[in-house]
């Protein structure tokens, strides 16, 4: 199976404290997006990091990607209460944009 | 403009009927994505289409499973003879063109066979 694997499956930090989600895949990728999903409904487009990029910023967002590890990191920071969600890698294998998603990661911002 | 639209938001159904789920992507893109969310499974592709053609169907679980596409809009997923193990929410997402592009979802459509 092509599926990324997510770590960790949950996180349960202060406001005001940086968040750290780590994703993994398996085979060679035209791009990694990442996603967040409140309450298990739509999925939100966060930011979109191509093969060729090592590090992409949005607002308080940071995405690494390491093509020789296979693996990506997104950095959420300065958190805040409203961040509480789940955030979801995916990747795009040069398959007709079609997107294989990791298994997400909870995260808890507590006031 | 408006985004991707999805219905019904609900479905609750008996196991053996047929339902159809509908979805509206954003005018002009050509690319539309079905992908199903469940407990066990997690996030997993069905079926993607690059204006009505449908290029992969790998991830369609089984031929009671169909999808298509119109007037290189509004795509249907049909799932026939449903069973308990078809529960999920049903996510649509099209983009501008296929590959390489952000990927807009819908809200999703709940199905529940009972």
């Known amino acids: 199976s092509q599926q990324g694997e997510e770590d960790p499956q949950a996180l349960s930090i202060q406001e005001g404290e940086n968040a750290t989600m780590n994703c993994s895949y398996k085979?060679?990728?035209?791009?990694l997006q990442w996603y967040r999903q409140n309450s298990g409904r739509g999925l939100v487009h966060l930011i979109l990091?191509?093969?060729?990029?090592r590090e992409k910023h949005s607002g308080r967002l940071r995405v690494t990607l390491d093509t020789s590890k296979k693996s990506s990191s997104l950095l959420i920071t300065a958190s805040r209460a409203a961040d509480t969600a789940s955030y979801f890698c995916?990747?795009?294998?040069?398959?007709?944009?079609?997107?294989?998603f990791g298994q997400g990661t909870e995260l808890s911002v507590k006031p | 403009g408006a985004g991707v639209s999805q219905s019904p938001s609900n479905k609750v159904t008996e196991k053996g009927k047929d339902v159809e789920l509908r979805c509206d992507p954003i005018?002009?893109?050509?690319?539309l994505y079905w992908y199903r969310q469940s407990l066990g499974q997690g996030l997993e592709f069905l079926i993607y289409?690059?204006?009505?053609?449908?290029?992969?169907k790998s991830g369609l679980p089984s031929d009671r499973f169909s999808a298509e596409r119109t007037g290189g809009s509004v795509s249907t997923l049909t799932i026939q003879r449903t069973q308990q193990e078809d529960s999920a929410v049903y996510l649509c997402?099209?983009?501008?063109?296929?590959?390489?592009?952000?990927?807009?979802f819908g809200p999703g459509t709940r199905l529940t066979v009972l």
């Open positions: 005018s002009g893109h050509t690319a």
């Open positions: 990091i191509r093969s060729n990029e």
């Open positions: 995916a990747t795009d294998h040069n398959q007709g944009g079609k997107l294989i």
């Open positions: 085979t060679s990728i035209n791009n």
């Open positions: 289409f690059q204006g009505n053609s449908a290029p992969d």
């Open positions: 997402a099209s983009s501008m063109t296929s590959g390489s592009d952000e990927q807009f």
